[in-house]
């Protein structure tokens, strides 16, 4: 299915010089090939657990090529002064002063982010200054997205199949255990508390990260990123920890793969966080 969607998505690129012909028609075009990239690159993440690491890699590189190509195209195909962003921007005047002067940094970047954190699963989104609290004691749910947060502090007991974080800054994340994986993009200054048998972050600036991971993190177009082990705590949490096969230290949180550092020496991009400057155990359990 890999090679099938990548194709699909490679001709939709050729196609694109000539959708651009007419105007009203190139915006949703680039829209649906940034879906499927997110569709390609979600399945490279479920199926990463199972995969040989030279696979896992070379898959995420051709979906990186895919993002890359699009991100080229939208620059030479959109007019910066006429792009609006699909949900914040659509309603002001395009030709404001504040949305020319956001589209100048970010318009390109975002068309193609995972289209997923605009889907219809149940998650926190576009908030400010907020505690965002999620309880799942009862039954695991399925994906949950956490996506357009701003200074927030978020809260989920309990445990979930998959988890989407998109575009954080200053926020703080304690999550239980995720039975799949965490997929991680765009975050600034942020503290992440998370558990899963795989994680992926992409984009990350001067976030600390305290993990439980089955497998080892990734990390790709990162910097100033620093790891730790799992440190929540909360009511019932090593029955979720058992029952989501994570009750185990496997110390993976130490082995973090640097996708865009291919040397044998250490990455800059990360590093360990110095146990002085650690926040220990992290308990939310009177959320």
């Known amino acids: 299915r890999f090679s099938e969607l990548k194709s699909s998505i490679e001709s939709h690129l050729s196609d694109s010089q000539s959708v651009a012909s007419d105007p009203s028609q190139l915006k949703p075009h680039l829209d649906k090939i940034s879906e499927s990239i997110s569709d390609l690159e979600k399945l490279v993440a479920q199926s990463s657990y199972f995969l040989p690491s030279y696979d896992v890699r070379s898959s995420l590189k051709t979906v990186s090529d895919l993002k890359r190509s699009l991100e080229n195209l939208s620059s030479e195909l959109i007019p910066k002064k006429k792009f609006s962003f699909k949900n914040k921007a659509s309603k002001k005047e395009r030709d404001s002063v504040v949305p020319e002067s956001k589209q100048s940094i970010a318009p390109v970047y ?108 990734i990390v790709e177009d990162c910097n100033g990123v ?53 926040v220990g155990i992290v308990d939310i359990s009177n959320s």
Do not use: M
């Open 110 to 217: 975002n068309s193609v982010q995972p289209s997923y954190v605009a889907r219809d699963s149940p998650g926190f989104r576009n908030k400010t200054g907020e505690v965002l609290v999620g309880e799942f004691k009862e039954s695991e749910i399925g994906e949950f997205t956490i996506s357009d947060l701003d200074s927030c502090e978020v809260r989920i007991i309990g445990c979930i199949r998959a988890l989407f974080i998109h575009r954080l800054k200053d926020c703080r994340v304690y999550v239980g255990p995720v039975t799949g994986s965490i997929l991680i993009e765009e975050a600034e200054g942020c503290v992440f508390a998370i558990a899963s048998h795989q994680i992926r972050i992409h984009g990350a600036r001067r976030s600390d990260f305290y993990l439980r991971v089955r497998s080892r993190p």
């Open 226 to 278: 620093r790891f730790a082990p799992y440190c929540l705590s909360y009511g019932g949490i090593e029955e979720d920890l058992r029952g989501a096969d994570l009750d185990a230290e496997t110390e993976n949180w130490a082995n973090v793969d640097d996708f865009r550092w291919l040397r044998a020496v250490q990455s800059p991009n990360w590093s360990i966080l110095p146990e002085n400057e650690r």
